[in-house]
């Protein structure tokens, strides 16, 4: 008995996962064929599976290249449960996992400006956001909303 299926997983680590978490690497009529399942993919494969997960209550699992410490290979990965990025506060872990990715860091000094950063189509279409312009704008509303005062 497998854990969950995964689905596309030649991608973003998800082979490895898979095989060493009990999973099955699936093709879309296995995993469709039993959704007591959790399902697993890798970055935004499709946005059907997010409505599926949604659907039938189902966790499921995220994995994508991490931010830092990829260049041309992949080789470090971000794991999220039901969710495409962790979204839950950050908790207070040892420093021997950044310390080994061996990336220099720099100080910043706090200043006035404030930069937004939109996400791409892609998160903006699979998320339902509407659109990039539409989500900028809704982020600069926020932002005056609460600045007031300040």
């Not at 998800?14 to 099955?24: A, M, R, V, Y």
Request: proline share 4%.
């Amino acid at each position: 008995m497998h854990n969950f299926f995964c689905v596309g997983g030649e991608k973003y680590g998800c082979e490895l996962f898979t095989n060493g978490s009990n999973g099955k690497i699936a093709t879309v009529d296995e995993a469709l064929s039993d959704l007591s399942l959790p399902l697993c993919w890798a970055g935004f494969f499709k946005p059907q599976w997010l409505e599926i997960c949604k659907k039938h209550n189902l966790k499921f699992y995220n994995l994508d290249s991490g931010y830092f410490g990829n260049k041309k290979r992949k080789t470090i990965f971000r794991l999220s449960i039901n969710n495409f990025q962790n979204v839950t506060p950050i908790i207070d872990r040892p420093s021997d996992r950044w310390e080994k990715l061996k990336i220099e860091t720099e100080s910043f000094k706090q200043g006035r400006d404030i930069v937004i950063v939109p996400p791409d189509r892609k998160i903006v279409n699979t998320l339902n956001l509407g659109s990039v312009d539409v989500w900028v704008e809704n982020v600069v509303d926020q932002i005056k909303k609460n600045q007031i005062g300040r």
